[in-house]
């Protein structure tokens, strides 16, 4: 193998926060990120967790900082998780990384991470699917290999668009309904 295991853009770091609402105010308040897009009580498409199925649900929320969109994560569910890997309920912090990677070299990708040593802790389906690869012995988090499709990039520009367009006051929280787009 050459070059480093991961071979696409980081485009997105994944925060848990006790309390999704304070996280957003938290994020907007001291680091300017926003505004948030947010999916409460989310469960993915077929969403495993550590090679098992999984009904574990979490509230999601997507901004902006500059240049990297900013996830954050609140679980209230008690079910396992990769967050409550790292976190346990009322704790937070730092949790994982996002790249995007064209469908066709996903399979590629993931098994570049698990032919060196890295475990696949989870995964889930949106409109693309989504690989959690536990590399908190590399990086100190996890790193999620998301399948890039026309949809997922319009919503990542999306929430670019939003957040460079934004005033940094108005309407902090938008909530999602359309799921299946991320």
């Known amino acids: 193998m050459t070059g480093p295991l991961l071979q696409h853009p980081i485009l997105q770091y994944a925060y848990v926060v006790p309390d999704l609402d304070e996280g957003i105010r938290h994020w907007v308040e001291v680091m300017g990120a926003g505004p948030f897009y947010v999916l409460r009580n989310y469960h993915g498409n077929e969403l495993t967790y550590r090679g098992q199925s999984s009904e574990t649900r979490v509230h999601y929320a997507f901004g902006q900082a500059g240049p990297a969109q900013i996830q954050l994560i609140a679980q ?74 026309e949809r997922v990039t319009a919503f990542f520009e999306t929430v670019r668009s939003a957040h460079e367009n934004w005033d940094g006051i108005t309407d902090p929280i938008r909530e999602r309904t359309d799921s299946s787009s991320r």
């Open 76 to 149: 209230d569910d008690p079910g396992e998780s990769i967050y409550r890997d790292m976190y346990a309920s009322g704790e937070g912090g730092f949790h994982h990384v996002c790249a995007l990677v064209p469908p066709e070299e996903l399979a590629d990708q993931v098994a570049r991470f698990t032919d060196a040593g890295f475990e696949i802790a989870g995964s889930m389906l949106t409109s693309q699917p989504a690989i959690y690869i536990d590399t908190r012995s590399a990086i100190g988090g996890f790193t999620e290999l998301y399948g890039r499709s």
